[in-house]
């Protein structure tokens, strides 16, 4: 697919400097891109790769203009360049052309409900009273339980398992090996020994909803766990079961919730961060990667739960003086009597 900047312009907005007629096929990085490719500048560190960069076009924000002089290409002028990287990224690479039907492999249970518009692949099972929308794509070797309803536009990658009764809206992404609605981590202990508490919730996924490869995301046990509009999810996340994730928070990779915790509208969570369960967190909190979240969040911010990193014999150093803390502590506490005793007169 090739277009001019003109057409670009006129389809996504921006401000442009240079020829209108300009044709390019793609976008690349700042470094490697070529004359027939748009390339992007949103961090003023990287400002200096611009003067070297073979890249026919380069969206970059308007305070940067006057910086860019060395620049030999054409610019185009935006607030977010890398939001019309975004948007460029999908247009120069949009998806396969979806072809309606039902392929002769699929195996389809009683009462089954597919739009004429939707693409069912090869091996999909659909079980008993599913309800697939309009221009829904389900690709190879999925599992769609009972009763399961999902709404136009959603997508879903090979080998997704989706359980019984759950309900995934519009415009969603599912990609391969994503659960969802597995059984929560319920269980109640007899004398030692485990009962299993039957999971009766549903998943209930909003619109505009991604969700990775691997990701787990469990049914409620008496509630249903809920995915809320717009959120996104890294590959090989777990979402325990009664969870509730507000609109458009996104998480990165490895990232572990536990069962009843409620996460707020527009967070984020680094990479392999944990929340326990039954927890609140409010809207617009970010938690850095690799932190621990053990008590709830009532104000919005950036929170981190690190230990920083360092050489093995240093960290052993201060391992020991965490582990004596409680006793320095106690001593001190001891210490402060006895310069009271000494000094009653002042207090402090």
């Known amino acids: 697919m090739r277009a001019t900047l003109a057409q670009l312009v006129a389809r996504f907005g921006g401000e442009l400097h240079g020829a209108p007629e300009l044709e390019v096929a793609g976008v690349a990085p700042l ?13 003023p560190r990287f400002k200096h790769k611009a003067a070297s960069s073979q890249a026919a076009a380069l969206i970059a924000p308007p305070a940067m203009q006057q910086e860019l002089q060395g620049y030999g290409g054409a610019l185009i002028l935006h607030p977010n360049p890398y939001l019309y990287y975004a948007w460029l990224s999908q247009y120069f690479a949009p998806p396969a052309p979806l072809r309606a039907g039902v392929a002769p492999s699929a195996v389809l249970g009683q009462d089954v409900e597919i739009d004429p518009s939707a693409q069912i692949g090869p091996q999909v099972v659909l079980e008993d009273g599913v309800k697939i929308g309009a221009r829904v794509r ?8 009972a009763g399961v309803e999902i709404g136009p536009d959603t997508h879903i990658f090979p080998r997704v398992v989706v359980y019984a009764g759950c309900v995934i809206g519009a415009r969603c992404t599912l990609h391969a090996g994503s659960v969802i609605g597995a059984d929560g981590f319920g269980f109640a202990n007899d004398a030692g020994a485990w009962v299993k508490i039957a999971q009766t919730g ?3 996924i909003g619109d505009d909803v991604d969700i990775g490869a691997n990701t787990c995301i469990d049914r409620g046990a008496l509630d249903d766990t809920i995915i809320s509009n717009g959120v996104k999810l890294d590959n090989q996340i777990q979402i325990g079961h009664n969870c509730k994730i507000g609109a458009h928070t996104a998480m990165a990779g ?3 919730v536990a069962g009843s ?21 409010a809207d617009r909190v970010h938690i850095s990667s690799g932190s621990m979240v053990t008590r709830s969040i009532h104000e919005p911010g950036q929170y981190t739960g690190l230990y920083p ?20 502590r106690e001593k001190i506490r001891a210490l402060e009597k006895q310069l009271k005793s000494l000094n009653p007169q002042n207090p402090s």
């Open 202 to 204: 549903r998943v209930v």
């Open 138 to 145: 389900i690709d190879a070797a999925c599992v769609i339980g």
């Open 261 to 281: 915790a409620v996460i707020g509208s527009h967070c984020t969570f680094g990479g392999a961060a944990m929340v326990l369960g039954h927890l609140e967190i």
């Open 254 to 256: 490895c990232v572990g």
């Open 31 to 43: 470094e490697s891109a070529g004359p027939a490719q748009i390339s992007f500048l949103s961090n």
């Open 309 to 328: 990193l360092a050489k093995n014999s240093e960290w052993e150093k201060s391992a020991a003086v965490v582990r004596n803390l409680a006793s320095l």
